[in-house]
Every structure is written in structure tokens, then in C-alpha cells.
């Protein structure tokens, strides 16, 4: 396979202006697509579907790398809807025209809702699918029936369908058009290898390939070479060599220094004293983290949900739904994807499963961290630090996406100190001399903590080791039962939210109400002050009760009080984008428009 990179010197300013400047219009998008896209409220493409979109529209095949949450799934889909917009007489229709391939579930259904959101605004009729591999083989035959437009899938359940028989091969050769593959970098660590190896002898030569990650990666080279023809790289640097914009550039980053021990009364102090704003998302290390610091908040009146993969899918699909409908403000997520116990898990779980059936499996096509768009999370927290620097990037991503702004606190123990100077020196804190790109948290004062302490330190003893078990043990009882009327729910009232909550609260014992309100005796004049700014600015956003907020609400990132204070370095913003192509393509409409090659 050719490929050529091109790396042309223009002013990045300039071009940063230019991509900005570009209308959804201008780029060539359908008219149906942008009633879509404003009744959306999407009003200007960001940088990387900016440059994707009239390539994709050329018909190039394109490898697309762009930070977390820079909107690398529309920069795809509107192309690829509008392609299939387009009715031609030679089409074949044995097999769908495009796949979607992704690493996860979760994944899965966030396309699909996406997709399925497009073109009912468009009022177009295209069948969309999306399959996974706990169907059986007559409802995967059922789904294919069709055959349907567009198929939304892991790699696995494709396989599986193959190797089955329910999906042709010739068919797929006679009519795929365009194969997509979404957080690409992931695929192979996901272990699909084999499942796209056994997919690629029949994509057809004319099948335009699009491949979209948010690192660059051996994995990204390798799907590349296996996959694409002569493609066009697009680079937003941040991926690239410049460690400086890894981290979108609209999130602040803050830490704070505190002993293990005293990390449930750190995160009490900073969402009791209502010094970071709302909605939450915490991620922990390992399931029975995240279940303790449910029990113990939940003790103060602080009501969250769980995500791990230990639960069933159609539950763990609500959970995200509910939140992302801002029917609760907190959501522990627990990232497994670096954890031993992910591993012991699936041990576990296979073997009880085996022996029993009773037990849920571990899902191995679970993940919290990458590629799901969490809607309107302002603040992550790291109430356990990930491992390494990229866990750091992708579990800060869930938050400032698009045009948003939002901001991360971590809570750092002494052992964990050294994965967030590696975190530091990679984002580019010590070129900074001084003025860190992760700032000490500056709302919080010792005083406010230390007036917490007395009830965190007697909650928390509370909360047992048998505790944690019961509950966790509970959840999943509960989530079982609910999962199967989701599933009866869902196929018939897909968009009713409001079946079931997942933010129950999981203790034997009802929260003591004299916990649920901070006196204001136990509040310093410092910590006053810093939770009436951050109140305001909550009220200056519109986001006092986001509950049921639909999609056209925007924050304002002018309202976020950590902006003033923090000491954030100003990075600048530069958009290096490179080119692979045979360079001597006379066709290149947008190269020639822009007298540049991109
Ligand atoms: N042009 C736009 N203007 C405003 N919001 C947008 C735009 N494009 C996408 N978005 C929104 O930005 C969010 C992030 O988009 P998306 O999930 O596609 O990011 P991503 O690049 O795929 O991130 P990740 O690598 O984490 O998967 C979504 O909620 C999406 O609706």
C-alpha cells in the first residue's frame, strides 16, 4: 500500500482560523443533514471533521486522529449517511453498505443512537442495525434480514455472523461500500485481531475505509496496512509528537495531595461543600472501591450510580442513558482497563459461571474510559489515579467535549505520587517553569477538611468490607432483575428513561438525616466563599437543575470559577495536519480550494 505523507508549512493560526471558520455548509454537507445538525443545536464543525468531511465526501479513504471528544463520530457519520443518502441504480444490497465496527457495547449503542437520532431528523429512510454478541443466531438472522443499510458492531459479533453463515461472504464483497473503523487503536488491544483478520479478505477494493482513533499507535499502523488504500492521514497534533495538546485544551486540571486513607473525606469535602460543579463522573480502580464510596456518600445524601462491568448490558446501557439525561448528578465508573482485577474477574466469573450460571460474566467488551461521550460532565475525579498517562487522558477526555469546557480533579495518595509526575512531565508541566498545567486544587482549605473529619472517619468505618460485599452483591441482584424488564421495556418504549434508577441507595440503614446538610459552623470564611462563587457561576450556567436538559444546552465556559483562579498554562492551539495521498491527485477538489494539501 502507497502512502505518501505530505507535511505543508502554513501558518497555524491561520489554519486553525480556517478550519473554525468553515460552515457544515461550506464543507458540502446535505441540506437534510444540516436541518439535522441545527436541530441538534451543532452550529460549526470542530477541526478535525473540518478536514475529514470533504475527503470522506470525495470518496478518500481517510485515517483520522484526533483528541478525545474533538467529534471524530459525526466527522464519519455525515458523510457516511450522506453517501447512502444518495440513491444509485448499480447499488447492491445483498449484505449492509457500511459497517461500523467499534471495541464496545456501550460504544455500539452510542452510534447507533446517534446514527438512528440523524436520520430520523432527516426523515430519510435508511435501516440501521446494530448487533452484539450475546444475541442468538435467529435474532442476528432476524437483524441482517434486509438487508439493513448500515451495521453497527464489534468485531466479534461480525466474525460470528460470518463464520455462521448469516452474513455472506460474497454478499459483503458484492455490496459493502464503506467500512469504518471507530476507536481504532483499541480494536486490536481489544483483543479483535483475529475477528478483523477474518473480515478483511472480503471488503472489496472499491469499499471506502475510514479508520478514527484518538492515539497514534503500532496498533493504528498495523489496522492501517491491513485495511486502508493509499489513505489520507489527517493528524491533529495533539496526537501526535506534541505532548503539550494531548489534553483537550479546554479542561482544567487540578490535584490534591492526601493520604488513602483520607480519600473518602477529601471527596466528601469537595462535592458536600459543592466546590466543583455538576454532573460528576469518578472513577475508581476497582468495583469494590466504587461501591464503598457509594455507600459512604450516599450516607451524606450524595446519590450516585455505579458502572462496572460486572452488571448486565441493558443495565449498564440505562445507567449511561439516565445520566446522560442528567436524571442524577454522580456516576462512580470503574475502570477496570488497567486493573489486575479485570483479569481475576473474568477468571472468577468464568469459572462460577461455568459451575453455576448464576453469576453475571465479566463482559469483556466493557469499557467506561474510551469513547463513550458522557453527555455534559463538567467535573472527572480521579478518586483513584490511573496507571499511566494515557488512562489520565482518556478518563480526563469525558469531560470538555466538543465546545465545552470542564474540569478534573485528582486525588493523589503518596503512592501515587509518581504516576502523576509522570502524568506532569508528559503534559508538558515541567516546560512550563512554574505556572503547571495541573494546578493544586485551590478551593479547599484545610480548615473545611479538617471539619469534616470527625463524621467522614465515623462513616467510613461504617462502611465494612461485609458492607461493601452486600451491596455489591445487591446491585447485581437488582440489576438482573431489572436488566430483563429493561429488555422487555426497551423493545417497546426505546426512549422512555424513566423505567428504573439506578442511584438507589444500597445501605441496610437509611442515611441519618443530620449528615445530609453541612452546619454552617463547620464552615471556614475561605470555603464559604469559594462554594457561593462556585453557586454562582452553577447559576450563571443554567446548571442549578439540569435535569431532562435536552441536547441543545450548551455551558458557558465563561461561568467556571477554577478558570479565574487556576493557574492553567495557556497552550497554544495549533492544528498540524498531514497529508498522505499519491500528492499528485489533480481531483483533490478541497486541496485545490485551499491551495494546500491537508
Ligand atoms: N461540531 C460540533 N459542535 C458541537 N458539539 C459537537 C460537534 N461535533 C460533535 N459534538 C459533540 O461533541 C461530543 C464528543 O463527540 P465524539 O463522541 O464524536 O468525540 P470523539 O472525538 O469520538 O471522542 P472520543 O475519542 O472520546 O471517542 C458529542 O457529544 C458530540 O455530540
Redesign the pocket.
Known sequence: MAETKLNESIGEEEEKKEAEDQSFEELGVDARLLRALNKKG?????SI?GVAIPLILEGKDVVAR?K???????AYLLPLLQKLFTVRADRKKLAPNAFVLVPTRELCQQVYAEVLSLVELCRVKLKVVQLNSNMLANDLRAALAGPPDILISTPTCLAKCLSGGILKAESISESLETLVLD?ADLLLSYGYEKDIKALTPHVPRSCQCLL?S?TSSADVDKLKKLILHNPFILTLPEVGNNKEEIIPKNVQQFWISCSARDKLLYILAVLKLGLVQKKVLIFTNTIDMSFRLKLFLEKFGIRSAVLNPELPQNSRLHILEEFNAGLFDYLIATDLSQSKEKDKLSKESDAVSRKSRKRAKLDSEFGVV??I?F?NVFTVINFEMPHNVEGYVHRI?RTG???NSGASVSLVSPDEMYTLEEIRSFVGDEENKGTSSIAEFPLLTKNAVESLRYRAEDVAKSVTRIAVRESRAQDLRNEILNSEKLKAHFETNPRDLDLLKHDKILSKNAPPPHLRDVPDYLLDKPTKEAREMVKLARDAMGNNNNRRKGPKRKLRKDGDPLKAISLASKRPHKVRKTGGSDGNNSSDRHKRKKNKDI
Open positions: 451543532i452550529a460549526k464543525p470542530t471533521q484526533a478525545t471528544g474533538s467529534g471524530k463520530t459525526l476507536e478514527m484518538a474510551r469513547g461521550d453527555k477526555g467535549r466538543a465546545y
